[in-house]
Nanobody, 119 residues
């Protein structure tokens, strides 16, 4: 099992920045990648960005250039730097860790952290 704890959400004005962090514990050696998803009210959960154990990154196209994902292997954390925030970025942000076994993917989720972009 993998446990994930997010931090760093909050209220920010449009154009501002926030940095989310997610600390992983448990069976972390089994993790193939980590990332962030978000879910706005009335919408489906969507991928924000992910980073594999090898360091490859993947972003939702609409967020490229504003959001940056990084990981600190020594601290078993993954971070999401969010710049130039817009009201439409308001959502609950969930940390995700996954491991793959053949064609299967096993997901682990944090409890979510609220990000609100509003003046």
């Amino acid at each position: 099992q993998v446990q994930l704890v997010e931090s760093g959400g909050g209220l920010v004005q449009p154009g501002g920045s926030l940095r989310l962090s997610c600390a992983a514990s448990g069976s972390i050696l089994s993790i193939n990648g980590m990332g962030w998803y978000r879910q706005a009210p009335g919408k489906q959960r969507e991928l924000v960005a992910l980073i594999t154990s090898g360091g490859s990154t993947n972003y939702t196209d609409s967020l490229k250039g504003r959001f940056t994902i990084s990981r600190d292997n020594a601290k078993n954390t993954v971070n999401l730097q969010m710049n130039s925030l817009k009201p439409e970025d308001t959502a609950v942000y969930f940390c995700n860790a996954f491991r793959t076994a053949g064609k299967y993917r096993f997901n682990y989720w944090g409890q979510g952290t609220q990000v609100t972009v509003s003046s």
